[in-house]
Each structure stands twice: as structure tokens, then as C-alpha cells.
């Protein structure tokens, strides 16, 4: 399906419930209570380092050329989403994170990361909740493997201030 026919769907909660993938309609489950309070926890954390320059969002809708998605958590310069102002963000976030879920496969979320680094993605992180570990993509395609006593850095995004990852699993 084509992204324009897929945002034209009509309901009111078709987009909460669907999702495109490379050109095929996905239905996408409701979060579980651990899924949607890392997800919280998450944008409170980053909001807490970014809030001046950038927005932190949990189930941010944004649109890639067959792609239709709504990330676990994000944070997007400001200054992007107020140029669009639109009600559907065209583009990849700045830092896009996805939380595992059996409703996401690795094949999906390696899928996500190469498209959003296509567009205009800085970082991609993935936190897997069963081993309290985040996995973080650079745009260079450094890949870093963060655990509880590590720190997420934000200097990709010209912060002075990191995340430590047991925060996230607090």
C-alpha cells in the first residue's frame, strides 16, 4: 500500500492500531504496562536534558516514503516540527528508541533503523527489558552495548549531560 492511501484510511483509531511497514499494513498492539512505563520513564529522562532545543515524545507518529510508524520514544529538534506543522511529521526523528516486544521482531526494528538512517535519524537506540540493555546505532553505524553502571551519551545531539542506563530500568 502507498503511504498516502495508507493516511487516508478513515476511523478515528485505524493509525493507533496500524501501522505500515515497507508498504504492508501492520496491526500493532496496545503497549503492556512495563512496555508503557519504560516509555515514560524514558521521555522524563530525556525531556529532563533536552527540553531547550528538543522534544522527547513517547508513540510519536512519523512518516518515511512506505513507511507509517509509531516509535516507542523519540526526541526531534523543535525547530523541525514547528517548520512542518502539519499533523503527520514527515521524516525520521533525531533518536528514534524501540523498546522489544514480541510484537516487534529483530528483523522489523533492523528494517526501521536503516530506513530512519536513510532519512534524518542521528541515533537509533534499542532496549531489550528482559536483559536490561540498551544497544545504541550511531549514524556511522558504530554500535555500542549499554548496561546497567554504563551511560548514554547525548553529545550526538550536542548535549553536555548522559542517561545512565539503570535509570531506565528503575
Known amino acids: 500500500m ?3 492511501e495508507f493516511l487516508d484510511q478513515p476511523g478515528d483509531t485505524f493509525h493507533d492500531f496500524h501501522e505500515l511497514h515497507n508498504g504492508e499494513v501492520v496491526e500493532v498492539p496496545a ?3 512495563e512496555h508503557y512505563q ?3 520513564r524514558v521521555v522524563q529522562l530525556l525531556s529532563a536534558r533536552c527540553a531547550d532545543r528538543y522534544t522527547a515524545d513517547r508513540e510519536f507518529y512519523f512518516t518515511l516514503p512506505s513507511e507509517a510508524r509509531r516509535a516507542d520514544a523519540v526526541m526531534v529538534f523543535k525547530q523541525r516540527i ?3 506543522g ?3 511529521f514527515f521524516g525520521s526523528p533525531d533518536l528514534v528508541i524501540e523498546i522489544l516486544s514480541p510484537s516487534n521482531s529483530h528483523l522489523d526494528v533492523d528494517h526501521l533503523r536503516n530506513a530512519c538512517f536513510n532519512d ?3 541515533e537509533f537506540w534499542v532496549i531489550n527489558l528482559e536483559i536490561r540493555m540498551v544497544t545504541v546505532y550511531g549514524r556511522n553505524r558504530a554500535v555500542r552495548l549499554c548496561i546497567s553502571g554504563d551511560e548514554l551519551s547525548l553529545s550526538a545531539f550536542g548535549i553536555t549531560s ?7 530500568f528503575e
Open 82 to 84: 514547528e517548520d512542518q
Open 162 to 168: 548522559a542517561i545512565e542506563v539503570a535509570s531506565i
Open 120 to 122: 534524518q535519524c542521528v
Open 31 to 33: 503497549p503492556t504496562l
Open 38 to 40: 519504560t516509555q515514560k
Open 86 to 88: 502539519k499533523r503527520t
Open 2 to 4: 502507498a503511504l498516502e
